[in-house]
């Protein structure tokens, strides 16, 4: 069974920080790509990918803020987010894919999401 579990959402005040978790099993974890995802509304938007060789793509809207990454030994992926907007709020999913982990149709696994609350 597949589970993607979200963990390090809360408030935060405009300019701070926080770092989500996700851990992950029951899959081939180390040839999956890996991303994550959030809703403000209707949409579910990309934020940032990162492939089974490590390399790793950012929207524009949060390039040179978030960063991702992931740890093999621990089947775990982060997303670091420094100088945090009030319009970054929104539920963060965690997801993986075979192929494409930027695109939602790529995704074959969601997680159940962890909210992030920006106050200004």
């Known amino acids: 069974q597949v589970q993607l579990v979200e963990s390090g959402g809360g408030p935060v005040q405009a300019g701070g920080s926080l770092r989500l978790s996700c851990a992950a099993s029951?899959?081939?974890?180390?040839?999956?790509?890996m991303g994550w995802f959030r809703q403000r509304g209707k949409e579910r938007e990309w934020v940032a990918a990162i492939?089974?060789?490590?390399?790793?793509s950012y929207a524009d809207s949060v390039k040179g803020r978030f960063t991702i990454s992931k740890d093999n030994a621990k089947n775990t992926l982060y997303l670091q987010m420094n100088s945090l907007k009030p319009e970054d709020s929104a539920l963060y999913y965690c997801?993986?894919?075979?192929?494409?982990?930027?695109?939602?149709?790529?995704?074959?696994?969601w997680g159940k999401g962890t909210l992030i609350i920006v106050s200004s």
């Open positions: 492939d089974s060789d490590g390399s790793t």
């Open positions: 997801a993986a894919g075979p192929e494409r982990c930027d695109d939602y149709y790529g995704i074959a696994y």
């Open positions: 029951g899959y081939t974890y180390s040839s999956y790509c």
